[in-house]
């Protein structure tokens, strides 16, 4: 699969789960990851989705997305902007990064995440 083939197919699958289900996300973290969310940095799986789980119901429309290779062929960095709902509040523009990182062929895990709001907009 290409860089871009990867990024719309985890990008489907998360905000999908994260809207659905965030617990389910946990398994593509580790215990390397990193989260920044709103300049709140978290570490490992179980910080990350304690923070996750924390924010409520939440319902993403991606607007865009760009995609590039990373430091080697086995990293992807994705940058999505969108809009997000908490608790069925008013939509607000969000931007997020990941770093993807393989495992495997064709198999990846988070090893960043930044996550911000947009206010202003």
Do not use: W
């Not at 083939?5 to 215990?31: E, M, P, R």
């Not at 119901?57 to 865009?64: A, D, R, S």
């Not at 290779?69 to 902007?81: C, D, E, G, Q």
């Amino acid at each position: 699969m290409s860089a871009d083939d990867v990024a719309k197919a985890f990008c489907q699958h998360y905000y999908t789960t994260k809207d659905s289900n965030v617990a389910a996300l946990a398994g593509l973290y580790n215990q390397q990851s990193i989260m920044t969310f709103e300049g709140q940095q978290f570490a490992g799986t179980q910080n990350i989705m304690q923070k996750l789980q924390s924010v409520g119901q939440v319902k993403h429309v991606v607007k865009g997305m760009d995609v590039q290779p990373s430091t080697s062929n086995t990293a992807i960095l994705i940058f999505v902007t969108g809009t997000v709902q908490i608790d069925n509040g008013n939509p607000l523009h969000f931007c997020e990064m990941f770093q993807l990182v393989a495992t495997a062929p064709e198999a990846y895990y988070v090893h960043n995440d930044i996550f911000r709001l947009n206010y202003g907009l």
